[in-house]
């Protein structure tokens, strides 16, 4: 009986990640909270979508191209200082720390990190190092200390020494000397 209720859940499971997939494929490898996918990619969305692929299929032909994405989307939402996103849920709004999700992905992507993508990181880095007052990080909407704020912060900081690589240290040595 377990046997069988267990192939069933990996059954659906596969068919899920399949269709997950095919629907990023058809949307140039990013993905939404709607089905418009295409017309309004989510960063939170599409590196949430990394995240997964990144664990269940680490040698899926389009890893680099949707790290790629996110590193691409990240360096815009940071210039363009949207550091949430906002998906309004009926009842409430949930808020993204988009850029703290974003690092998690392309730092524990089986990827190796590009020039652009270790630029990236020092910018979000340098961002995240602003919040911090003291006695934790702040919202990125105002002078708020809290639960939420502290723990989406300190996931970004941990992905990336959790997917630490010793190139990237030299190479990220070598852009903060170039800025300098």
Same mark, same amino acid.
């Given at each position: 009986m377990l046997n069988s209720v267990g192939t069933t859940l990996l059954d659906s499971a596969?068919?899920?990640?399949?269709?997950i997939r095919k629907l990023g494929q058809e949307n140039n490898y990013t993905w939404g909270w709607e089905l418009a996918m295409a017309a309004r990619p989510s960063l939170a969305g599409t590196s949430f979508m990394l995240n997964i692929l990144s664990l269940l299929f680490p040698d899926e032909p389009g890893l680099n191209r949707v790290q790629n994405n996110v590193i691409e989307m990240l360096d815009n939402a940071l210039d363009k200082e949207k550091y949430l996103e906002v998906e309004a849920i009926s009842g409430t709004d949930w808020n993204h720390y988009s850029y703290c999700w974003a690092l998690r992905a392309i730092h524990l992507c089986p990827v190796s990190l590009n020039e652009k993508g270790a630029g990236v990181t020092l910018k979000a880095l340098k961002y995240i190092n602003s919040l911090f007052d003291g006695r934790g990080f702040r919202e990125p909407t105002g002078a708020i200390c809290n639960t939420r704020s502290v723990f989406n912060n300190v996931m970004g900081i941990d992905s990336i020494i959790a997917g630490f %690589?010793?190139? #990237?240290?030299? #190479? #990220?040595? %070598?852009i903060s000397k170039q800025k300098k």
């Open positions: 596969q068919k899920c990640t399949n269709n %690589d010793p190139g #990237l240290y030299f #190479l #990220l040595e %070598d």
